[in-house]
């Protein structure tokens, strides 16, 4: 079992800047693909930006430029760093973790973490 944390949240004005934080734990040995999704009220959920684990990034267009995606291996760790913020960007933020594979070598499903608000004032 993963449990995902995540942080960072809250109300800014449009241009301003935010970092979310997701931390996993668990029995982990390695987590594969982790990303960034966003659920704005009455829209369906949809990608923000995902990173492999070599490192390798994906951004929605809508996000391009302004959002970058990071992790820490060592800490089970992704971050999104968000730039120049507009008030399309108010969504519930979630954070998704593929390919984990545990100590005991087994590997789990695709694991959510409980979303963290992000309010972008006008």
């Known amino acids: 079992q993963v449990h995902l944390v995540e942080s960072g949240g809250g109300l800014v004005q449009a241009g301003g800047s935010l970092r979310l934080s997701c931390a996993a734990s668990g029995s982990i040995f390695s987590i594969g693909d982790m990303g960034w999704y966003r659920q704005a009220p009455g829209k369906q959920r949809e990608l923000v930006a995902t990173?492999?684990?070599?490192?390798?990034?994906d951004y929605a267009d809508s996000v391009k430029g302004r959002f970058t995606i990071s992790r820490d291996n060592a800490r089970n760790t992704v971050y999104l760093q968000m730039t120049s913020l507009k008030p399309a960007d108010t969504a519930v933020y979630y954070c998704k973790v593929d390919r984990v594979v545990f100590t005991s070598r087994s590997v789990g499903p695709a694991y959510w973490g409980q979303g963290t608000q992000v309010t972008v004032s006008s």
């Open positions: 990173i492999a684990t070599g490192g390798a990034t």
